[in-house]
């Protein structure tokens, strides 16, 4: 078993920055690659980025390319999302996820894909 647990959300204005964090523990998640979604309220849970177990590919939602890193630390088995030039439709709740199994293709998108799952943190951009 895994367990996710992100922090570093919080209130931001439009065009600061935050730095999300996810830190695993029960399992090394070195061999599992790791996705950031996000879910605004009414809508439904949409993929932001991923990143492969070795950390050398990495993909990104046209929404946030450009503005958002993802990487990852092995050695502290931790994910980090750094958001930059925030706007206020980034406001959702942000989750990061783990998987083991080989994704093919675009499946890294799918949130099916991932079979463990954080609580979630919140990030919110005002005008």
């Known amino acids: 078993q895994v367990q996710l647990v992100e922090s570093g959300g919080g209130l931001v204005q439009a065009g600061g920055s935050l730095r999300l964090s996810c830190i695993a523990s029960?399992?090394?998640?070195?061999?599992?690659?790791m996705g950031w979604f996000r879910q605004a309220p009414g809508k439904e849970r949409e993929f932001v980025a991923h990143?492969?177990?070795?950390?050398?590919?990495?993909y990104y939602s046209d929404s946030v390319k450009g503005r958002f890193t993802i990487s990852r630390d092995n050695a502290k088995n931790t994910v980090y999302l750094q958001m930059n030039s925030l706007k206020p439709e980034d406001t959702a709740a942000y989750y990061c996820a783990a998987n083991f199994l080989p994704l093919i293709g675009s499946a890294y998108r799918s949130a099916g894909r991932y079979s463990y799952w954080g609580q979630g943190t919140q990030v919110t951009v005002s005008l």
């Open positions: 990143i492969r177990s070795t950390g050398d590919s990495t």
């Open positions: 029960g399992r090394t998640v070195s061999s599992a690659a």
